[in-house]
């Protein structure tokens, strides 16, 4: 996101009237500084990709804690980026509640808080009256939960399925192709689709704390990620996927959610899906889901689910949501 806001800052003020001030980074690795006037961000950069570490950085305040960040700054944004912890949703959980509780807005790419504490953290935003997004947390950069709940807002969503993990896709496709799981898995590492430890992916982890996102966020359930019904794809054999190919079907691993009378049931397990279901086509790393409600049949989306510029333009969008959004809210909309 860092790489956007600094590229594009003049067009982000012409096209959008979006400024901005980065005042304090804080970072495991990096470091931390902060400036109350602000920060150069070209010069955070340089130094993150060539020193490595923040502390080069010429004037601010060296050392804030992630929380100091939050709370002993100027900052009305907290954008939070740690990693995903599907058991606590620690660090990111705490980080994100902290800035709500102090006022300031939210966004963040850390799927676990959302997914464990989604409606604690929502209804903490609106009574401290700010925003919290998190495009980033489903399908990256491309713009699932956007769409859901603004596109197609008004929609009574009967269904949401989809592939929701990059790394099982690639997998089922190269199998497809006649590769065996384990080299698929070795392969889809050294291209950086997997982890060292793929647990979160090959065991379906990761799209059913996102499927919860989508379920609780768009269709108003009441899902806890470990009530998923869950089944991941390290059991599928050559043999499986030669079989689904002889019946003119396609194995993949579809996330579905759908409504049972008051209920919203969720799910994430291998599927054979017939080859004209739009979700059969997609293969490699993308990602897809299908939106189906009472006043559109079926709409589906397809495009990245990973990869650090697509994370980092779905933090972009957020931010420039909260900008429309302030400026609506202040009467300045032209």
Not at 58 to 63: L, Q
Not at 183 to 209: C, F, H, I, M, N
Not at 224 to 250: H, Y
Not at 293 to 308: E, F, L, N, R, Y
């Amino acid at each position: 996101m860092a790489h956007l806001l600094h590229s594009r800052s003049k067009d982000l003020r012409d096209r959008h009237a979006f400024e901005y001030q980065v005042v304090a980074v804080s970072d495991l690795k990096l470091g931390s500084v902060f400036a109350s006037k602000g920060l150069e961000l070209g010069e955070l950069l340089r130094l993150a990709q060539e020193e490595k570490s923040l502390s080069g950085y010429p004037g601010g305040v060296k050392g804030l804690s992630p929380l100091d960040s939050i709370l002993k700054t100027n900052c009305d944004i907290a954008v939070e980026a740690t990693w995903t912890n599907l058991k606590d949703g620690e660090p990111g959980l705490t980080h994100i509640r902290t800035a709500l509780e102090n006022g300031k807005h939210v966004v963040t790419s850390n799927k676990g808080p959302i997914a464990l504490r989604y409606r604690e953290l929502s209804h903490l935003a609106k009574q401290r009256k700010v925003m919290l997004r998190f495009e980033a947390t489903v399908l990256s950069g491309t713009p699932a939960l956007n769409l859901g709940s603004e596109a197609l807002a008004g929609a009574a969503f009967t269904s949401i399925r989809g592939i929701l993990n990059g790394t099982t896709n690639y997998i089922l496709t190269r199998m497809e192709e006649g590769v065996s799981y384990g080299e698929a898995l070795r392969k889809a590492q050294e291209l950086g689709y997997a982890e060292a430890d793929p647990t979160s992916d090959v065991e379906a982890w990761d799209p059913a704390a996102k499927l919860t996102i989508l379920a609780n966020v768009l269709m108003d359930g009441r899902v806890e990620l470990s009530g998923v019904e869950r089944q991941g794809i390290t059991e599928i054999t050559p043999s499986d996927v030669s079989e689904a190919k002889k019946a003119r079907t396609r194995i993949k691993l579809i996330a579905k959610a759908r409504r049972e009378g008051r209920e919203v049931v969720a799910s994430v397990k291998p599927e054979r899906i017939p080859l004209s279901d739009p979700l059969a086509g997609v293969g490699g790393v993308l990602n897809a889901i299908t939106f189906s409600s009472d006043v559109q049949k079926d709409v589906t989306i397809i495009g990245p689910g990973a990869g650090g510029d697509s994370a980092g333009f779905a933090l972009l969008s957020d931010l420039l949501a909260i900008s429309r959004l302030e400026s609506v809210h202040r009467g300045r909309v032209d």
